[in-house]
């Protein structure tokens, strides 16, 4: 949608709650209405201007004062821009249902807009699968980013916003936990394993020998190549990544619909795909290269390491679309 088309928009929702505060008769008192109307004008401003977390924030508060179709519509498009996709459908679906009032003409559009737009996002969002393998009994709690899953979910597709989001499973003293990172229209399942192998203390898991280095700092070592080959993982990951949100980016600067570093409202598909992208190419270099200098400083460390290991340079290469490790002693 155009800049200017925007600005018509705004100044229609002005005009729409002028005729709305004449003829509705269960509407808020006028201090109300007027400061829902400017609220629901710099929204659409900030919203035009880049600032999503701004919009949401402002149309959010002026849909709360004023249920009109035209805020709720905004209001969904502030959300989806910020990335609360499952929020922004939900609130287009509330935009369709709310009563007319007012101008009627700007409000009938507000809704037909709603449905179309909704349709359109629906095909982006996400859903996310939750199974727990090894539970039995009570107790069970799996959370989602920190808030609590119903149980009724599990097992079920969700509908779940795109990026990074870790699941936390326990039952008494078992845990299990996993993180994962959705891209937008992504179908995936996880699975949390609470068997008694997982358990902390459990007789089969031996943490006590474990847990504890022999002479010969064979544990340290394990831990150091497995954190390098996890954090190798992690880099080879976010090149990958890099790579698709580059050539993303190219294609967008090529569009026609994006002049001036803003596109419009049709590329937003595009435009949140390559978000997602660079996120998880950031996640993907930061954990990688965490994880690699633990690595090499618990192979270099480990009790039992020669004086030829502990005096060994070490050095990370990261490529475009490789990862390797160049050693010299």
């Not at 698709?244 to 570093?261: E, F, H, I, M, T």
């Amino acid at each position: 949608m155009s800049t200017g088309h925007h600005r018509v928009w705004a100044w229609a929702l002005s005009l729409s709650f002028m005729v709305c505060a004449a003829t509705a008769a269960a509407e808020p008192d006028a201090a109300t209405r007027a400061a829902a109307r400017q609220l629901a004008e710099d929204g659409v401003m900030a919203l035009q201007n880049g600032d999503a977390a701004t919009a949401a924030q402002k149309l959010g508060k002026a849909h709360r004062a004023l249920q009109v179709p035209s805020v709720a519509l905004w209001s969904a498009r502030a959300l989806a821009k910020l990335g609360s996709l499952v929020e922004a459908r939900e609130r287009y679906i509330e935009a369709t249902r709310l009563p007319v009032s007012g101008d009627k003409a700007v409000q009938e559009q507000a809704k037909l807009d709603a449905q179309a737009e909704s349709e359109q996002l629906t095909r982006r969002i996400p859903s996310l699968r939750v199974d727990v393998a090894g539970s039995s009994g009570p107790g069970l709690s799996v959370t989602l980013d920190g808030k609590e899953l119903p149980d009724l979910l599990l097992g079920e597709e969700r509908p779940t916003n795109p990026g990074l989001h870790r699941l936390i499973a326990t039952q008494g003293d078992h845990r299990a936990s996993a993180s994962v990172a959705l891209a937008e229209g992504e179908h995936r399942t996880v699975q949390l394993d609470l068997s008694a192998a997982n358990a902390p203390g459990a007789p089969t898991a031996a943490p006590a020998v474990a847990l504890a280095p022999d002479r010969s700092g064979n544990l340290a070592k394990t831990l150091g190549w497995v954190a390098l080959a996890v954090g190798g993982a992690g880099l080879a990951t976010g090149g990958v990544t890099g790579i698709v949100a580059l050539n993303k980016k190219s294609a967008l600067d090529d569009d026609q619909r994006c002049q001036g570093g803003k596109c419009l409202y049709s590329a937003e598909s595009d435009v949140s795909s390559l978000r997602a992208f660079r996120s998880i190419s950031t996640v993907g270099f930061v954990a990688g290269g965490v994880l690699c200098g633990a690595g090499i400083t618990l192979l270099l460390t480990a009790p039992g390491a020669s004086p030829a290991e502990q005096s060994a340079r070490w050095s990370l290469t990261v490529g475009p679309a490789a990862v390797g490790m160049r050693g010299s002693f």
